[in-house]
């Protein structure tokens, strides 16, 4: 029997050795204890953190600056030169018709909609009489994307823009 114990403790301790190495080997705590009669030996290994806290000074955060309302982009309808004898203004949309003043020069602003419900902006500026000389446009964000001229008898100066498929505003 004591031959029995011997062995048994012999080999408790082997595991203990062999769980203390690889305790030693890993980087989390491990706690092995051996095995026998009345218990065993108790092994703790230290961890060491390989997260270690940062002694580095944290970097100041930005300040927001704050942001300026974005300005509605704009469709700008204009008639300048010399009406003559007077001039019929009308612009809009494809839904649309609105009347101009017969001063010049003359000019009105509606919003752009690039929602897919407008097709598109027209202008048209007719001389009322064999004189006059007029151009008319349309600018959107003070780019003129479309213009037109006329010169008496009754003529009309016409411009319009549409929509591509790409969302581009262009001349038609």
């Known amino acids: 029997m004591r031959t029995a114990t011997k062995a048994l403790i012999g080999v ?19 706690t092995t204890s051996g095995g026998g009669q009345g218990g065993g030996a108790s092994y703790s290994t ?4 390989p997260n270690p806290p940062s ?6 955060t930005a300040t927001p600056q704050p942001t300026a309302t974005p300005t509605p982009t704009q469709v700008v309808f ?4 010399n009406p003559g004898e007077g001039v ?3 612009y809009g949309t494809d839904t649309t018709n609105l ?6 020069p003359w000019s009105a602003t509606l919003p752009l909609d690039n929602s897919g419900n407008v097709m598109y902006y027209a202008l048209d500026a007719q001389l009322q009489g064999p ?17 037109g001229q006329a010169a ?21």
């Open 131 to 147: 004189d006059g000389n007029i151009t008319c446009s349309i600018s959107i964000n003070g780019k003129v994307i479309s213009s």
């Open 78 to 81: 204009s008639v300048t030169g």
């Open 152 to 172: 008496g008898d009754y003529n009309i100066c016409s411009a319009q823009i549409g929509q591509n498929f790409n969302g581009q505003w262009g001349p038609e």
């Open 99 to 104: 009347a101009g003043g017969p001063n010049l």
């Open 12 to 30: 408790g301790g082997a595991i203990v050795v062999i769980g203390a190495i690889g305790a030693l080997a890993s980087p989390s705590s491990h």
């Open 88 to 90: 019929d203004i009308t």
């Open 55 to 60: 002694t580095a000074t944290p970097a100041p």
């Open 46 to 49: 230290p961890t060491s953190n």
